[in-house]
């Protein structure tokens, strides 16, 4: 789905992910495939609540069904199919599905807009052994800016934890500094990332 992102675009497609794990196995799941930048929902608690309204949650084993739902810009559920939980969705196939939908609808939903983007010399200061700082990279990774945003691990090297401390005024990491300026947070680097590098929802 992600190497096809722009095919799901250009039919009017916004492409969601939801399963039962939490938000933090998706972030894990997702940088281990090197990085999935459309929305991943967790349908945690009440565990099943979003499957089981669409007839996907298999009970008996407390997982979602490996299903695909396509719904037309006026809420109306134009395809549902189960591959089983083990199955391979046919990528090309859904595709051409959103397609047919997006060419047969009368109505159109907005067009995808641009993300703003990060401004050059943005560091990333994240140190060892740190479940935020993990998040934080997990959101750096899945949204392709390795190559924007220079790491520092201020576990590893000194003189990156000194320049932490000269910008923050603290040694707390992770920090994310956009513009000179300081993110301490890491569900506010996370928040900042998103917003200014995914995707708008369409």
Not at 46 to 56: D, E, L, M, Q
Not at 170 to 183: F, M, N, Q, S, T
């Amino acid at each position: 789905m992600e190497a096809a992102l722009a095919r799901f675009q250009a039919a009017n497609t916004q492409v969601l992910g939801v399963s039962v794990d939490s938000r933090y196995s998706h972030a894990a799941w997702a940088a281990n495939l090197g990085g999935v930048s459309f929305p991943l929902l967790a349908d945690f608690h009440p565990k099943g609540a979003v499957a089981s309204a669409f007839g996907f949650y298999l009970d008996e084993i407390g997982i979602a069904d490996r299903a695909t739902v396509i719904i037309d810009s006026n809420g109306v559920v134009q395809f549902a199919e189960s591959v089983g939980p083990d199955g391979q969705r046919d990528i090309g196939g859904l595709a051409a599905a959103c397609e047919r939908v997006a060419a047969s609808s009368s109505t159109r939903a907005p067009a995808f807009g641009s993300a703003p983007g990060l401004p050059a010399g943005c560091v990333l200061y994240v140190r060892d052994h740190c479940g935020a700082s993990r998040s934080t990279l997990w959101a750096r990774d899945n949204l392709h800016l390795a190559d924007s945003i220079a790491l520092k691990n201020v576990s590893r090297d000194a003189a990156a934890a000194a320049e932490l401390e000269k910008i923050s005024g603290g040694k707390r990491a992770p920090c994310l500094v956009v513009d000179g300026e300081p993110i301490l947070e890491s569900d506010a680097i996370v928040g900042c990332l998103i917003d200014r590098c995914a995707t708008p929802l369409g």
